[in-house]
Nanobody, 125 residues
Framework: QVQLVESEGGLVQAGGSLRLSCAAS????????MAWFRQAPGKEREFVAG???????YYADSVKGRFTISRDNAKNTVYLQMNSLKPEDTAVYYC???????????????????WGQGTQVTVSS
């Protein structure tokens, strides 16, 4: 069982930046795709960004060009750098580990085995 612990989110003004981290314990992440999802009130959880075990990256259209996902395998940590934040980015953000090793990250939440506890990001206008 992998435990994923996300960093604290926060409240930022529109146009600002925030970096989230997701630290893992219990298993090495380097062979697995990792992803960030988010869930706004009253909405379904949605894919934000994913990174494969060979460091290929994938983004939702809504965040492409503004968010960057990265990983540091030595630290067993995944990051999400969020720039040019918009009020519609307000949500609880979750990191997740894919079920299978050596795969590209899926955009569906059902392909992920382990989840962080979630961290609130609020963007004010």
């Amino acid at each position: 069982q992998v435990q994923l612990v996300e960093s604290e989110g926060g409240l930022v003004q529109a146009g600002g930046s925030l970096r989230l981290s997701c630290a893992a314990s219990g298993r090495t992440l380097s062979d697995y795709a990792m992803a960030w999802f988010r869930q706004a009130p009253g909405k379904e959880r949605e894919f934000v960004a994913g990174i494969s075990w060979i460091i290929s990256t994938y983004y939702a259209d809504s965040v492409k060009g503004r968010f960057t996902i990265s990983r540091d395998n030595a630290k067993n940590t995944v990051y999400l750098q969020m720039n040019s934040l918009k009020p519609e980015d307000t949500a609880v953000y979750y990191c997740a580990r894919s079920i299978k090793a050596y795969n590209r990250p899926s955009r569906t939440q059902y392909e992920y085995a382990d989840w962080g506890q979630g961290t609130q990001v609020t963007v004010s206008s």
